[in-house]
């Protein structure tokens, strides 16, 4: 079974930009969670959508947002980006079920000039 | 969630057994331990969790105490690929990780 993919692996922006990141769950889980990584702050969660609904929410500026589809792929959207956004940006995905063990994807790795 | 705490760096030799400890002092009695390790900025792989019972997979064995206050996990033989950021997170019935800064694991040859 194909793991989570995510695209694109890398991305470059500029200040003021806004960027669109793509998550593919694995096959058959309906839970996707986002989670943003920095040097200075580690791993840390943004949100985590299940049935196109999101269902929890990290401490994040409304700037970062996200959405999931009825095949349960999610793309999460940073709009006008700032310097401290450079990240590694991780999706995750799990069953049905909160609490289901969570399977991580490669990451997007961002960065903003 | 509650929180845990482990040491920040380990070494380890190339074929010994890697045993890489974890304090949860104040879990809740629905809260799991999890561990997940992540190699060089990759995705961070799950390897194994628990919530009494020791459990074991073919990546690691867990043992959590009695007392549910600390838990150890253990690499049986410890390869050059098992260099890692380790984590060890308590969860409870949510989605929502909540990562520490975790053990940085050097194997040597």
């Known amino acids: 079974k194909a793991g989570v993919t995510q695209t694109p692996r890398y991305l470059i922006k500029t200040r003021g930009q806004q960027v669109t990141l793509s998550c593919s769950p694995i096959?058959?889980?309906?839970?996707v969670s986002w989670y943003q990584q920095t040097p200075g702050q580690g791993l840390q969660f943004l949100f985590e959508?299940?049935?196109?609904?999101?269902?929890n929410k990290g401490n994040f500026p409304g700037r970062f947002s996200g959405r999931q589809f009825s095949n349960s792929r999610s793309e999460m959207n940073v709009s006008t980006l700032e310097l401290g956004d450079s990240a590694l940006y991780l999706c995750?995905?799990?069953?049905?079920?909160?609490?289901?063990?969570?399977?991580f994807g490669p990451g997007t790795r961002l960065l903003v000039l | 969630d509650a929180k845990t705490t482990q040491p920040t760096s380990m070494d380890c030799a190339e074929g010994r057994a890697a045993n890489l400890p974890c304090n949860h002092s104040?879990?809740?009695?629905?809260?799991?331990v999890y561990w997940y390790r992540q190699i060089h900025s990759q995705g961070p792989q799950y390897i194994i969790h628990?919530?009494?019972n020791n459990e074991t997979n073919e990546m690691a064995s867990l043992i959590i105490t009695e007392d549910r206050k600390s838990s150890t996990l253990i690499l049986p033989h410890a390869t050059l690929r098992d260099t890692a950021v380790y984590y060890c997170?308590?969860?409870?019935?949510?989605?929502?990780?909540?990562f520490g800064t975790g053990t940085r694991l050097q194997v040597f040859p």
């Open positions: 995750a995905s799990s069953l049905i079920e909160t609490g289901e063990t969570q399977y």
């Open positions: 096959s058959g889980h309906r839970s």
């Open positions: 959508y299940f049935s196109e609904t999101q269902r």
């Open positions: 104040t879990i809740s009695g629905n809260e799991y």
């Open positions: 628990g919530l009494k």
């Open positions: 997170i308590v969860r409870g019935n949510t989605d929502k990780l909540i």
